[in-house]
């Protein structure tokens, strides 16, 4: 009977689900350029081994029976590579594991990429979604089986994110794209997900939420992994939601601000296994590092996951294949890896470093923490810091390669040359066709080489070969988060550098910088909001309002912009001074506004603070004017009430020695007098 | 049959199969697969691609000696029967399938024999351990638990476990073993040394011997016997036959597999400074030097 056996057929499909993933192989930013002109990020050597390979791997142990590699720029690169792997899926191989490649151009972000997929109802069940550079020997397993309990009783349970908890100076934390999470414990959910950048003061929570969830967790210490494990209605969400782009800046937030979809996002929390995400050049080097140290196992060289590799170990945590030739004085001290063919000169030491197969390393080398990809040659007395010497650089000799520089393929230094720290430097120029703005890292709008072969001397030295590359973004960006965008624009610049080391004084010098550029921000702020006050009293100046009103409006504005009375005066006075020109402008100007002032300077304190304010707004070059009529001023503030005299004394007495303080010198005399006259006059009634 | 075998590969480097058993289970099991499935003429070529895919087995993981000793008793097994076989017919030439059946017989009856030979070494307890004795012993060997739970039978004795950080297998064992009646006494790594001077024979398991009679043991066993050697106790090695390897230990650091760190100091707690400046190493395994061990106990 047809029936029965198609009920059959379809028990039999419920019970052997295949268990699928997606891994987007794009990273749609362009924080390796230029490296990721000539290949994409997933097929960039991380310890010799194509990140992908990473990818593949765990989800390949972790019994991932079908894999799609959603790609977009460099697809021909990352097809060819699949084809040729171990992972291509030929009947008769390794494969118990089957990875389809599927291309499209059009991509943008994660969204698009989601929306493709569900486009093509290629994903039946629920599914794992990463990137093609996660890094992970995390038990996989175990949080697909909390996954699919949670889903059996609660249909709206429709994704987990993998979080590690990590504390807050752990290197694998990408910095600059930490989130704050707010979970509740008991259930595993995710209730509310923010970046932390831009950065804010202040986090709601809607009183609601504690209605339903009786304990909440705000977390900042969670690294997140990126490993998402999906059901089948992710995928339809973001068709239905075509602006999401950012699987958690759009789409988490999304589904967790939105009250009518009722879907709920989960977490899981990692303790003892690892996980991470090149999102970054300081993440490349961190798990880089992870790598060596075995943090990663059993992904290590010496596992030589990678075909056809012989890595062995020995101790401190040297990976050596066989056919490496070191001299009988170099040195390789501890976390190196070194690829086959490799030769090492004499009295050359390297150090946390990884050095691809075929290079040739000169004499008297010192590398150190820096990632030398296949077939680079380095000349004699050469020094490289913590930087990516990407395939076939050349570095003549004598050449330095200060930190965190990337030098991409086939560029060529030298010889006796300082490359600067933080240069980027490519064999292809960086041409400026502002009408292109493609976002991708791996934008592929390369095919007008430019046939020129005038290198900049400047950059490469006098036999070199490559231009610098700067980043065109800039001027094409017209994303509203430009803060943020800036904010990350610097990190990257400085990626490679990033890495905590406290012996290193530079890298004290690379957290300052962060902390300047906060302060900046809350400086930029702050401007703003005076802005605002100035721009506020001078309407007021304009449709002449009444002391009242502007007092109100302008005390709403200082609750706003959680402001202090002192920045009321600060923008106050000047605005009210402005309307003065001489003498005579200044007594009606005082009588008129003067009341404003009197109320935001109540006691002797701020009237203090406001005297300062006045004398330093004279001081300011340009306003000679004003500095000739200070005692005038001081008179008419006296005058009208707005500064009493125990406000003029003390004031006085903190004043720095000046020409403001000389110029008071007489006023204040005529003013103790006065004062003791007045006292005179009581002692006499 | 490269899926099977290609497929061991991959669970090897992942050491989704680890541990002497296992291996040599699972390596029985892929070459008889490949004398079932795969195209041979005669027992050369058969013994010739089984070595062949011995060494991927091995090369997947150096450390698992097991997968070499159970492919060369494969290689032996082909020849006895192709010797027997040559012996019955008393013509050089035989049946092709016949040779097959047997070895595949062979293999069976070996595969019985390793499964067996807990069983056989535990049989072998109350010759060793005598009453109110105190042992010791670390980590969590099924041959050692058997072994004293054997004796636990008939004698009384008190056994003293090492806890084996950062696997803390230790304290399986103890709480296996006190699950039958033993008196166990649960102790600290580093109270090893302070308590041997009460300790009559320590009985270890191992992971393999080597060809000079070096242990590849789970890590701390190389503290255990040293320090039974200063209080001249005796050390009573544990091991089935097919954890004899012919390996020579050139290299004695080869053996040692650095885990992952994570056992040690989590992850999570570490700052990037201690990373930078702490190598945190987790071998697997000890090597033990052969003039520490007093004894071996097989299955034969």
Redesign the interface.
């Given at each position: 009977m047809p029936p029965k056996d198609k009920d059959k057929d379809k028990e039999k499909v419920q019970v052997d689900e295949v268990l699928a993933a997606v891994i987007v192989a794009d990273s749609f930013n362009r924080r390796f350029m230029p490296l990721t002109l000539d290949r994409p990020r997933c097929l960039l050597p991380l310890a010799n081994v194509p990140i992908i390979e990473y990818t593949l791997e765990f989800l390949a142990a972790a019994g991932v029976q079908e894999v799609y590699v959603v790609c977009c720029a460099h697809s021909d690169l990352i097809k060819s590579y699949l084809k040729n792997s171990r992972w291509a899926a030929k009947p008769n191989t390794s494969s118990q594991i089957k990875v389809v490649p599927i291309v499209s151009q059009q991509l943008k972000s994660t969204g698009d990429a989601l929306r493709d997929l569900d486009a093509q109802q290629l994903l039946k069940s629920d599914f794992i979604l990463v990137s093609g550079d996660i890094v992970a020997n995390m038990d996989l397993p175990r949080a697909l089986e909390e996954h699919r309990t949670r889903r059996n009783t609660d249909k709206n349970a429709i994704m987990t994110m993998v979080v590690k908890a990590a504390t807050p100076k752990q290197r694998s934390r990408a910095k600059g794209e930490e989130g704050i999470y707010v979970l509740d414990p008991a259930s595993n959910e995710c209730v509310q997900y923010r970046s932390l950048f831009p950065r804010k003061s202040k986090l709601k929570l809607d009183l609601d939420l504690f209605k339903s969830h009786p304990e909440l967790q705000v977390r900042n210490d969670l690294i997140d992994c990126q490993i998402d494990i999906c059901s089948v209605d992710v995928p339809a969400l973001f068709t239905e939601n075509f602006d999401y782009q950012d699987i958690r800046k759009h789409f988490v937030r999304g589904i967790l601000e939105s009250d009518i979809l009722g879907k709920q996002i989960h977490y899981h929390i990692l303790t003892d296994t690892y996980a991470a995400r090149v999102r970054s050049t300081q993440m490349y080097d961190s798990i880089s590092k992870d790598v060596m140290a075995r943090w990663t196992y059993p992904m290590v060289p010496d596992t030589n996951i990678y075909a056809a590799s012989t890595y062995s170990i020995r101790s401190p945590q040297i990976y050596t294949e066989a056919g490496v030739i070191l001299a009988y004085t170099a040195v390789l001290q501890r976390n190196v890896v070194v690829g086959d063919k490799t030769e090492v000169g004499e009295n050359s030491r390297i150090v946390d470093s990884v050095i691809g197969r075929g290079c040739k390393i000169g004499k008297n080398v010192r590398i150190s923490g820096s990632y030398i990809w296949d077939g680079a040659i380095i000349g004699d007395d050469c020094i490289v810091e913590r930087s990516i010497l990407a395939d076939n650089v050349v570095l003549l000799n004598g050449v330095v390669v200060e930190k965190g520089s990337i030098l991409s393929f086939g560029v060529r230094v030298g010889p006796k040359f300082t490359v600067k720290e933080f240069t980027r430097l490519s064999a292809k120029k960086a041409h400026d066709n502002s009408g292109e703005s493609s976002n991708d890292e791996d934008g592929m709008d390369n095919e007008a080489e430019d046939d020129d072969p005038t290198y900049d001397q400047a950059v490469v030295g006098v036999e070199g070969k490559g231009y610098s590359w700067e980043d065109r973004l800039s001027a094409d960006d017209e994303d509203d988060e430009d803060d943020q965008v800036n904010h990350l624009r610097l990190l990257d610049v400085c990626a490679m550098a990033r890495d905590v080391n406290l012996h290193d004084i530079i890298d004290e010098n690379a957290d300052e910088d962060s902390e300047s550029e906060d302060d900046l921000s809350e400086i930029d702020q702050l401007e703003r909001s005076h802005r605002e006050l100035i721009s506020t009293i001078e309407r007021a100046f304009e449709e002449n309002h009444t002391i009242d009103n502007l007092a109100l409006e302008l005390n709403t504005l200082k609750f706003a912009d959680n402001l202090e009375f002192h920045d009321i005066r600060l923008t106050a006075l000047p605005s009210v001074l402005s309307l003065v020109t001489d003498g005579k402008t200044l007594s009606t100007v005082v009588k008129r506004w003067g009341a404003l002032l009197q109320r935001f300077a109540q006691d002797a304190e701020d009237q203090v603070d406001l005297l300062r304010i006045l004398v330093e707004h004279c001081e300011r070059p340009g306003n000679e004017e004003h500095a000739k009529l200070f005692v005038k001023v001081l008179m008419a503030f006296y005058e009208a009430d707005i500064c009493t005299e125990d406000g003029i004394f003390a004031w006085f007495k903190k004043q720095d020695v000046g020409r403001m303080k000389d110029a008071a010198q007489p006023f204040i005399k005529w003013l103790e007098e006065a004062e003791e006259e007045s006292d005179d006059d009581e002692d006499s009634n | 049959?490269?899926?099977v075998v290609?497929?061991l590969?991959?669970r090897l480097?992942?050491?989704?199969v680890a541990g002497s058993f296992r291996v040599a289970l699972e390596t029985a099991k892929v070459h008889a697969i490949i004398v079932r499935g795969s195209r041979w003429t005669d027992a050369a070529d058969l013994a010739a691609s089984i070595a062949v895919k011995g060494a991927l087995l091995q090369a997947a993981q150096p450390v698992e000696l097991a997968a070499t000793n159970i492919t060369n008793r494969v290689i032996g097994l082909i020849r006895e029967e192709e010797r027997n076989l040559i012996a019955d017919s008393g013509a050089a030439s035989f049946n092709r399938d016949d040779l097959k059946n047997n070895v595949i017989d062979a293999i069976k009856e070996m595969t019985d024999e390793i499964e067996n030979s807990v069983a056989n070494i535990s049989s072998q307890a109350l010759e060793h351990i005598h009453s109110n004795e105190i042992i010791m012993t670390l980590g969590m060997d099924a041959a050692v638990e058997r072994f004293l739970k054997e004796a636990a039978k008939l004698r009384k004795f008190q056994v003293i476990v090492a806890e084996t950080a950062p696997s803390y297998s230790g304290q399986q064992m103890a709480l296996s073993l006190s699950q039958s009646n033993i008196d166990v006494t649960l102790i600290s790594d580093a109270s090893i040394f302070a308590v041997m001077s009460r300790v009559n024979k320590v009985i270890l398991g191992t992971h393999a011997v080597l060809a000079n009679g070096g242990l590849v043991a789970p890590t701390g066993s190389n503290i255990i016997a040293a320090a039974a050697k200063h209080y001249a106790t005796p050390v009573v090695v544990l091991t089935e036959l097919y954890k004899l390897s012919q390996e020579y230990p050139f290299d004695v650091?080869?053996f040692g597999v650095?885990?992952?760190?994570?056992?040690i100091v989590?992850?999570?707690?570490?700052?990037?400074?201690v990373?930078?400046?702490i190598?945190?190493?987790?071998p697997a395994y000890d090597f033990v030097v052969p003039d520490l061990v007093t004894l071996f106990i097989t299955n034969m």
């Open positions: - | 049959m490269n899926t290609q497929n590969v991959d480097r992942r050491r989704q650091d080869a650095p885990m992952s760190p994570d056992a989590g992850f999570a707690e570490i700052d990037a400074d990373v930078e400046g190598d945190v190493v987790n």
